[in-house]
């Protein structure tokens, strides 16, 4: 049994169905299984848990659904039946993993799942087992036969790694800090077996950070036009996606609609705190121009905004709010700065005593980028999360956005994209709006 949880707050990522994505770690792990086991996934995206007879089970989980994967665990434990856990949270706080299941793996677990079986058929199952970082040759397919079939994206991963190391994100230490490339044309094998009309490619950074990586993007993108694959798709890119037109020209004829590119702020200070180095190089005048390149190629931007700095103040709040408005992307997605294990940020605020929901494994459910879960250096942390909240009615204001979607139209050319463009953000303003609706205690420390 592998088991997807979900955080039951009905917060963050899962409030729309648009916005959860196929776990996928859960598809390649049922794909590394013996052909003589049955493999069943539980996906709490879509369905509440309910108990299954099992003779194994394993869970994957995010920070933010870890606590949840425990409490579910504890299910089957309490039943004798042993229990394993994965996923980017564990990997960086195995001890606390080892207290609620039987065995705990660290890190891409491809290199060692089929050990974990033969340990457990033998009885011999071990507290931790440590993946490495391998080459993407012959990756398994994941067995999308087994995910929910009311995922409208399905998702699949063409590279791993990022050199990017920004000092919020924990992807490079997880899966290392140089890019690693499964083949061109097993990537597009398995996008051929894909029975969604869209996708959604996983890889953080989809053009790469120098010319080879954005060689082998137009290869990539080339290919599936040669294939004749046929699908529309979402991808994520930094600000030098535009340096070679190539890059967009190919996305574009290879299906893309949308990409994310991850700006965080328009303060120079705080792009510098967080290491976000391309961001401060390229400059935030530069911002308009990239986005009218993709716009020149019928690209539409989803941009993603940091608020809750830990030198914001409702000034700088509402020039961030300005500028998400003034700028030209199509679609705003708004998070909390969140420190994650695994981090530079995490570990900081941790040894500087900032973080005030800290009551950990419970309160990791308020680590999904949508509370303040430390305590700002500028203002209050209660009232500096009301004022953001608060900030959000303007990013979001419905006649804007119905105004932003004719900007986008006329600015890409497609009113398909213009429409994916104004449907995401109406995506992120629920997003946003469902923190706002709940209990007023919950904010209390």
Not at 254 to 269: A, K, V, Y
Not at 311 to 324: G, L, Q, S
Not at 393 to 417: A, Q
Request: proline fraction near 4%; aromatic fraction near 12%.
């Amino acid at each position: 049994m592998l088991i997807n949880p979900a955080n039951k707050s009905g917060s963050g990522f899962i409030v729309n169905k648009d916005t959860r994505y196929q776990p996928l770690s859960l598809g390649i792990i049922a794909a590394l299984t013996p052909s003589d086991w049955k493999v069943k996934i539980i996906d709490e995206n879509f369905r509440d848990f309910r108990y299954y007879e099992a003779d194994f089970v394993g869970f994957t989980a995010f920070s933010s659904t870890v606590s949840r994967a425990y409490e579910l665990a504890q299910i089957y434990r309490e039943r004798g039946i042993k229990t394993v856990i994965g996923g980017i949270h564990v990997s960086m706080c195995p001890d606390e993993a080892s207290k609620y299941v039987d065995s705990v793996v660290i890190g891409e677990a491809e290199s060692v799942w089929p050990q974990v079986i033969r340990d457990f058929e033998a009885g011999t199952l071990r507290p931790v087992y440590k993946g490495i970082l391998t080459d993407l040759i012959r990756s398994p397919r994941p067995r999308r036969d087994l995910f929910h079939p009311a995922y409208i994206f399905a998702s699949i991963q063409t590279t791993r790694g990022c050199p990017m190391n920004c000092d919020f994100c924990s992807v490079t230490a997880f899966n290392g800090s140089h890019y690693r490339y499964r083949p061109i044309d097993e990537v597009i094998d398995e996008m051929a077996e894909i029975p969604q009309k869209n996708i959604f490619i996983l890889d953080d950074n989809i053009v790469g950070n120098n010319a080879k990586a954005q060689a082998r993007a137009i290869e990539l993108f080339r290919a599936m036009i040669d294939r004749g694959i046929r699908k529309d798709w979402i991808g994520q890119a930094s600000l030098n996606v535009a340096d070679n037109e190539d890059v967009l020209k190919y996305a574009a004829k290879s299906g893309c609609r949308m990409l994310f590119i991850g700006i965080e702020s328009e303060q120079e200070d705080q792009l510098s705190g967080a290491n976000k180095r391309l961001n401060l190089r390229m400059g935030v005048n530069s911002y308009d121009h990239v986005f009218d390149k993709m716009h020149k190629y019928g690209i539409a931007v989803i941009a993603g905004f940091i608020f809750g700095w830990e030198n914001d103040t409702p000034e700088r709040i509402d020039h961030r709010v300005a500028f998400t408005r003034r700028c030209h992307a199509d679609s705003i997605q708004t998070t909390l700065l969140t420190p994650l294990p695994g981090t530079r940020l995490f570990e900081r605020m941790q040894r500087e005593g900032m973080l005030v929901l800290n009551n950990f494994p419970d309160d990791w459910k308020h680590y999904g980028y949508e509370s303040l879960v430390f305590k700002p250096a500028t203002m209050d942390r209660i009232e500096m999360q009301k004022y953001i909240f608060k900030a959000f009615d303007t990013v979001y204001e419905p006649g804007f956005l119905k105004r932003r979607m004719l900007k986008s139209w006329w600015r890409t050319g497609s009113f398909i994209t213009a429409y994916w463009s104004y449907m995401s953000n109406w995506n992120y303003r629920s997003m946003a709006f469902g923190n706002i609706r709940r209990p007023k205690n919950w904010l209390m420390d």
